[in-house]
């Protein structure tokens, strides 16, 4: 199956920071989600960007599929933004895999 | 708007229990349902898939089971808890390409 690497692992920043979280996959996929879980677990929905650049406030994403990466970019980072951030492809059937996600803290 | 919904959100069971875990997805028809398992260490198991009524795939052989009773509900069973089986739960419905959480139970097996 589709391996998925996510680096890095844990990130500490200061309130104000910028980050780059990177995603990246062993074969072509027809899908690519960005998730944050939240410090009380729950899994919220970033980005569904199997190819391209999306943003979303603070947020964005670039997949660029052909070289097999994703990247999620924060920028001016908020303490709510803490927790952990996943990656899932999908590359033709019904199962997603998810990589070990990147752990973040943003101390005020 | 769809919706997912789990329940309960936590619960604490002692070994050799059984185990009845219930999600219900809202304002879709005939969606892709999972159910997978966090453990601490953050990484996400997915335990069973379903693309259709009475349509139950597991990935991992194990002490769970998983049935899907109607198109929008997903049941997630054991006969006999292990300590192992302690972890966090969550139910997840897709609809062509993306993928949405619900809120999760929390398992304790004491």
């Known amino acids: 199956g589709i391996q998925v690497e996510q680096s890095p692992p844990d990130l500490i920043l200061q309130e104000g920071a910028n980050s780059t979280l990177r995603c990246n996959f062993s074969?072509?996929?027809?899908?690519l989600q960005w998730f944050h879980q939240n410090p009380w677990g729950q899994l919220i929905n970033l980005f569904y960007i199997p190819s391209g650049t999306k943003q979303n406030g603070r947020l964005s994403a670039t997949t660029v599929a052909t070289e097999r990466y994703s990247l999620l970019y924060i920028s001016s980072s908020q303490t709510t933004d803490s927790g952990v951030y996943f990656c899932?492809?999908?590359?033709?059937?019904?199962?997603?895999?998810f990589g070990r996600g990147t752990s973040l803290i943003v101390h005020p | 708007s769809q919706t997912i919904h789990q329940w309960p959100a936590t619960l604490v069971q002692p070994v050799g229990s059984p185990l009845s875990l219930e999600c219900t997805v809202e304002?879709?028809?005939?969606?892709?349902l999972y159910w997978y398992r966090q453990a601490a260490g953050r990484g996400l198991q997915l335990l069973f898939y379903s693309v259709g009524i009475g349509q139950i795939s597991s990935e991992v052989p194990q002490n769970l089971s998983a049935s899907r009773p109607q198109d929008r509900q997903f049941i997630l069973s054991s006969k006999k808890l292990l300590l192992s089986d302690s972890g966090f739960y969550l139910c997840?419905?897709?609809?062509?390409?993306?993928?949405?959480f619900g809120p999760g139970t929390r398992l304790t097996v004491t």
């Open positions: 074969d072509s996929v027809n899908n």
């Open positions: 899932a492809v999908e590359g033709g059937s019904y199962i997603p895999t």
């Open positions: 997840a419905w897709s609809y062509r390409y993306e993928q949405y």
């Open positions: 304002g879709t028809s005939n969606p892709n």
